[in-house]
């Protein structure tokens, strides 16, 4: 079931909070830099003088939610200014979420709650855009990088392109025996997929990512939960396509809390099968590049 908004809206304002999870603490660091493109003659000024933010229409957000109402409608507001289309599929929140996700503008897709990987499977037989880019409700993603996800798939690059925290840095992996467990298993993970597939990924656990459409509804994934993420980018590989990374930043969770808990066994079973049948996968040829008509 799906709740869609009466009308497309423009993106709202940002208001102070959303400044302090989007970019409050980049002035002084993005200022030196456009400086240096400056001098290098890389950019000119009407790269700095041209702000208006054209959303593409080939990229539709989808936007896993679960009681996120704190930072859901930010999320939203930011992605517009990307993205033509804003799916976010509510799985059973017991607070406002829907109805914040509504009012931001969001087409908001019901699934119960079934987990992170059922919602992105069902997101996409909602979506009609050559390309989904998937960005966690939590503020933690920033959707100004989305237009870099989504540059080496339309020129003809890439099929999947993933964020990665150890190119662009992360303030959520460090400092704690949680986020030391998860960076140990992250790092683990991935090199096991290097090895069987012959790539040299970072990082293969991050949920910010963009993907043809077409590709994903090819790979026939069935993850249910957050292990959706590695899931598709064992089945990318092995099925031919072609994946690079780009550097994306995370930040700190805004509000709430991550629903992924490392002291249930039953995440670390999910994640060891998950993990066995991808690196069991039959490799296939390379797919070739599609003309690209985006």
């Not at 790979?219 to 690079?244: D, F, K, N, P």
Request: aromatic share 6%.
């Amino acid at each position: 079931m799906s709740l869609s908004p009466p009308s497309r809206r423009s993106p709202a304002p940002s208001s102070s909070a959303d400044l302090v999870h989007f970019g409050e603490s980049e002035h002084d660091f993005v200022l030196l830099r456009a400086r240096r493109l400056a001098r290098l003659g890389l950019a000119s000024s009407a790269d700095f003088t041209d702000r208006e933010a054209r959303p593409d229409p080939d990229v539709t957000a989808i936007v896993p939610a679960r009681n996120e109402e704190a930072t859901i409608g930010s999320v939203i507001s930011e992605c517009f200014h990307y993205a033509a289309r804003v799916i976010v599929v509510e799985g059973g929140s017991t607070d406002g979420t829907a109805a914040v996700a509504a009012a931001a503008g969001a087409t908001v897709v019901r699934d119960h709650g079934l987990g992170k990987g059922a919602a992105l499977r069902l997101a996409i037989d909602h979506a009609s855009t050559p390309i989904c880019v998937f960005v966690d409700a939590d503020g933690s993603h920033d959707p100004i990088d989305i237009p870099l996800l989504v540059a080496p798939i339309k020129s003809g690059r890439a099929d999947h392109v993933t964020g990665s925290r150890l190119l662009g840095g992360s303030d959520e992996l460090h400092g704690g025996g949680d986020e030391f467990l998860r960076l140990a298993g992250s790092a683990f993970i991935t090199y096991l997929i290097n090895s069987r597939y012959g790539c040299r990924l970072s990082d293969s656990q991050n949920g910010f990512r963009a993907i043809r459409t077409d590709v994903f509804r090819r790979l026939q994934l069935t993850s249910r939960h957050t292990t959706i993420e590695m899931e598709m980018i064992m089945a990318t590989l092995a099925a031919g396509y072609r994946i690079v990374e780009v550097p994306t930043h995370e930040r700190p969770r805004v509000a709430g809390f991550s629903k992924i808990s490392l002291a249930r066994p039953s995440t670390w079973f999910a994640y060891g099968w998950a993990l066995v049948r991808g690196l069991c996968r039959r490799r296939l040829a390379a797919q070739p590049a599609p003309v690209s008509n985006l």
